[in-house]
């Protein structure tokens, strides 16, 4: 037996699937405690981050859709693409909200 070559698919063991659904389980805490902070917080750079974790939740449901050939591969390349750069842009967003546009209207206030 030859070790799988780079880009190659393992297979779709209950292994691949207990790791998506561990992750998924994961992220998905992570999302309710990043929607208990902005319910405390009430800003925009919590929101933005709440968002860019539900983004990153959608990948595993994204892969078990296409594992269980719900969705095809085209399409759940494309997705997690998507969700990649969605997740980016939303982190960005709240860091660049958080040191500028907040900073300005603070010093606006004095």
Do not use: N
């Not at 969705?71 to 960005?92: M, Q, Y």
């Amino acid at each position: 037996m030859e070790p799988p070559s780079v880009g190659s698919y393992l297979g779709g063991g209950t292994w691949d699937v207990a790791a998506v659904v561990l992750s998924a389980v994961a992220v998905a805490v992570l999302c309710g405690l990043a929607v208990a902070a902005y319910r405390q917080r009430r800003t925009r750079p919590y929101l933005l981050i709440t968002l860019a974790l539900i983004a990153l939740f959608a990948r595993p449901l994204v892969a078990l859709l296409s594992g269980f050939s719900l969705v095809s591969a085209p399409t759940h390349h494309f997705l997690e693409h998507a969700l990649d750069t969605l997740f980016v842009v939303l982190v960005l967003g709240a860091v660049y909200y958080a040191r500028t546009v907040e900073k300005r209207l603070d010093e606006e206030r004095l």
